[in-house]
């Protein structure tokens, strides 16, 4: 189950990056164990969790607002698309077989909304 989640994962990453001119992306955060996820303060429910998620910058290609916008406005089928903190993305990408949500929000310390271009 987790590794064919990390391979759904790894082939919307690949789409990611050709996305950023195949430039390199430094990932953060990907799988998570729930003792790791629960150390790190996060939710049960986190798709770190399930190997569907995870966090990343690619200062090569941009600032990473700017890499958010251009990913939020791709044709990308992500499940959740996230700029957090303004620090990095959080993306997530749904289980073989299920339609991408393509949610796209914000999260800061005001907490999460819509994203509104
Ligand atoms: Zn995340």
Same mark, same amino acid.
């Given at each position: 189950?987790? @590794?064919?989640n990390l ?7 690949e789409?990611?990056?050709?996305? @950023?001119?195949? @430039? /390199?992306?430094?990932? $953060?955060?990907? &799988? ?13 429910t $986190?798709? !770190? ?8 910058t690619c200062? %090569?290609?941009?600032h990473?607002?700017?890499? &958010? *916008?251009? @990913?939020? *406005?791709s $044709? ?7 700029? *957090?903190?303004?620090?990095?993305i !959080?993306?997530?990408f749904?289980p073989?077989? *299920?339609d /991408? %949500? %393509?949610?796209t929000?914000v999260i800061?310390?005001?907490?999460? %909304?819509?994203?509104n271009?």
């Amino acid at each position: 189950m987790q @590794l064919e989640n990390l391979k759904t994962l790894a082939k919307g990453m690949e789409l990611v990056r050709t996305k @950023l001119d195949s @430039l /390199p992306i430094i990932i $953060s955060s990907g &799988f998570r164990c729930e003792d790791l996820n629960d150390l790190l303060g996060s939710k049960r429910t $986190s798709q !770190h969790i399930r190997g569907l998620a995870c966090d990343f910058t690619c200062d %090569r290609y941009a600032h990473v607002g700017r890499v &958010f *916008e251009v @990913l939020a *406005e791709s $044709s990308i089928p992500y499940n959740q698309l996230i700029y *957090e903190f303004s620090s990095w993305i !959080h993306v997530s990408f749904p289980p073989e077989g *299920e339609d /991408p %949500r %393509r949610q796209t929000l914000v999260i800061d310390r005001e907490g999460a %909304r819509i994203y509104n271009p």
